[in-house]
């Protein structure tokens, strides 16, 4: 059952779109917001408000990189791997947030803080390796900056 407040904005943005099918992902993101990830209930809610199949929407959900269906840290790190960020050295960086959060990639850190995912591309060539913390841009990433975007992060985190 979705709170009333997020049904209402749900059900306000599918009605005003001309084909409420093409706003799968977005509700699908929202409901991750909400969440922190997209649950099989927020899923089922989702194919409810957009009249599709839970399975229809299971498709979508497992294809996108940014779909989480699974809890997630705060922090979601997600490391690009592309060949451009290979070729400028990704694997230190990957290297180096293992051993300062002590987790593999694919896991999350016993206080919940953080979630560290490789991601094909994210676009941001010129800034080289780079990772995304909660689709903000970091880069070009070295261990010292690794050290104080967590730093900054952990306080933030209170």
Request: hydrophobic fraction near 40%.
């Amino acid at each position: 059952m979705l709170p009333e407040a997020l049904n209402a904005s749900l059900q306000e943005k599918i009605s005003s779109a001309e084909h409420p099918r093409e706003l799968v992902v977005d509700v699908m993101l929202d409901l991750q917001d909400h969440y922190g990830y997209l649950s099989d209930e927020a899923l089922e809610a989702a194919a409810s408000l957009l009249d599709l199949t839970p399975l229809e929407v299971e498709e979508l959900a497992t294809f996108y990189t940014f779909i989480y269906r699974e809890p997630v840290g705060k922090y979601v790190i997600h490391v690009c791997d592309s060949v451009v960020c290979w070729m400028d050295g990704y694997e230190s960086v990957q290297d180096h947030l293992c051993a300062k959060l002590g987790i593999k990639m694919g896991e999350t850190t016993a206080d919940g803080l953080f979630t560290l995912l490789p991601v094909c591309c994210i676009g941001y060539c010129d800034r080289s390796p780079a990772i995304l913390i909660n689709r903000n841009v970091y880069g070009p990433m070295t261990p010292e900056k690794l050290d104080d975007i967590l730093e900054k992060l952990r306080t933030e985190a209170g």
